[in-house]
Antibody, heavy 119, light 107 residues
Framework: QVTLKESGPGILQPSQTLSLTCTFS??????????VGWIRQPSGKGLEWLAN???????YYNPSLKNRLTISKDTSNNQAFLKITNVDTADTATYYC???????????WGQGVMVTVSS | DIQMTQSPHSLSASLGETVSIECLAS??????LAWYQQKPGKSPQLLIY???SLQDGVPSRFSGSGSGTQYSLKISNMQPEDEGVYYC?????????FGAGTKLELK
């Protein structure tokens, strides 16, 4: 059974760094072809893809966030991480992690973690 | 970036009705197209992958079709539990992009 769960700070101030953790089970990021992605959704709005990390440590980022993103993984502990630097109110959203399927969609999603950026 | 233009923005359907949602990509995406359903307060759920393959556990009244730049999701025999927002997503080229969503309501 595949499960994913996000965790994060809940609230942070503008200019701080947002650190998110995705803890998953039912698959391994050391297995050939496996990948995890991060997607966010401001309240009442659509979905925005942020980053992917693959079993071989290949990483891909959304260029719209202009080098503010860093994705990483801890294979031993079945975790993936996302850092967003220099946050502002526009980064207020629910953040999801999801497993990437073989056709580059997302087949399993976490429940999401709400992040609010406010002074 | 590949733009995903989804239509309509919203629609309402009667019980048992068949509805279709369209997704137009700004360039060919070789069927790397997924459809998701999202209900209020919940995570998106994968319905269709690779344009027309039904995800395990998804009712067969959902179907996907299309090729090149044009794709569609069909929901046959509309049920109350089908209410929600539907998104398309391309995984052909980075950055992955989503359509803006279609809100489906029961009439």
């Amino acid at each position: 059974q595949v499960t994913l769960k996000e965790s994060g700070p809940g609230i942070l101030q503008p200019s701080q760094t947002l650190s998110l953790t995705c803890t998953f089970s039912g698959f391994s990021l050391s297995t050939y072809g496996m990948g995890v992605g991060w997607i966010r959704q401001p309240s009442g709005k659509g979905l925005e893809w942020l980053a992917n990390i693959w079993w071989d440590d290949d990483k891909y980022y959304n260029p719209s966030l202009k080098n503010r993103l860093t994705i990483s993984k801890d294979t031993s502990n079945n975790q993936a991480f996302l850092k967003i630097t220099n946050v502002d109110t526009a980064d207020t959203a629910t953040y999801y992690c999801a497993r990437i399927d073989v056709y580059y969609g997302f087949d399993y999603w976490g429940q999401g973690v709400m992040v609010t950026v406010s002074s | 970036d590949i733009q995903m233009t989804q239509s309509p923005h919203s629609l309402s359907a009667s019980l048992g009705e068949t509805v279709s949602i369209e997704c137009l990509a700004s360039e060919g995406i070789s069927n790397y197209l997924a459809w998701y359903q999202q209900k209020p307060g919940k995570s998106p759920q994968l319905l269709i992958y690779y344009a027309s393959s039904l995800q395990d556990g998804v009712p067969s009244r959902f179907s996907g079709s299309g090729s090149g730049t044009q794709y569609s999701l069909k929901i046959s025999n509309m049920q109350p539990e089908d209410e929600g927002v539907y998104y398309c997503q391309q995984g052909y080229k980075y950055p992955y992009t989503f359509g803006a969503g279609t809100k489906l309501e029961l009439k």
